[in-house]
């Protein structure tokens, strides 16, 4: 395959690495709050929502060997031809991001935090997997590969600092010991995760563009 013509800069580097907001904040968010919402407001033992967290692992060290090979060979099919195989995914995966909002929702039954909590592992699966395969397919050169991963490491640590401060400065208004602050602040995430999916399918392409750049 031929190297692309197409530059990667910084604008470009930025619109790939912003869907790391959603694999550095989705779970850093979960891993400050969601023990506490689940056992303070939703009614859950300490045993019920640990128990999410666990199935939720072993689920995910099958979803995404899955996922690999689904988006592997997704490029056969009508719709990886037309819309690649990787970044379809992140094509429909983009609105439901509001998925993520779901999960901070009080007063619903065990089974309902449990599939709420394993519809994001797959949907992390569905982003993450075909998006960290994205730089290598959008170019060969060394030092924009460089790039695409400085501003993602970036983006995700940034990500990291929203999952401790969004939900700080929304307490400010909704009160400490408010589950609304929690319900808030899934619906801001999912908002914001929603955005940075779709720039990244706007503002990336894969092998499959470069390929029709050099055909007569």
């Known amino acids: 395959m031929k190297p692309t013509e197409r530059r990667v800069g910084y604008g470009?580097?930025?619109g790939y690495g912003v869907t790391d907001l959603f694999g550095g904040g989705a779970f850093a968010?979960?891993?400050t709050w969601l023990l506490f919402f689940y056992t303070t407001y939703c009614g859950l033992?300490?045993?019920?929502?640990?128990?999410?967290?666990?199935?939720?692992?072993?689920?995910d060290a099958i979803l995404s060997p899955i996922m690999g090979y689904i988006t592997d060979n997704f490029g056969n099919t009508w719709l990886g031809k037309k819309f690649g195989r990787r970044r379809f995914f992140l094509l429909i995966s983009?609105?439901?991001?509001?998925?993520?909002?779901?999960i901070w929702v009080t007063d619903m039954s065990y089974w309902y935090y449990l599939g709420t909590y394993l519809s994001i592992e797959l949907l992390s699966a569905m982003v993450l997997v075909p998006w960290e395969t994205l730089s290598s397919e959008m170019t060969n050169r060394f030092s924009e590969r460089t790039r695409l991963s400085g501003v993602?490491?970036?983006c995700s640590q940034f990500g990291g600092l929203l999952a401790v401060s969004i939900p700080g400065v929304i307490m400010q208004f909704t009160g400490k010991d408010n589950s609304l602050t929690y319900t808030y602040t899934g619906l801001i995430f999912a908002c914001i995760f929603c955005v940075a999916v779709f720039t990244t399918w706007m503002c990336t392409w894969e092998a499959k563009d470069v390929r029709e750049e050099f055909e007569p």
Do not use: C, D, H, K
């Open 12 to 14: 470009t580097a930025i």
């Open 29 to 31: 968010v979960i891993g």
């Open 45 to 59: 033992s300490v045993f019920e929502a640990g128990s999410i967290f666990a199935i939720a692992r072993v689920i």
């Open 94 to 102: 983009a609105p439901l991001m509001f998925l993520y909002a779901l």
């Open 152 to 154: 993602r490491m970036i």
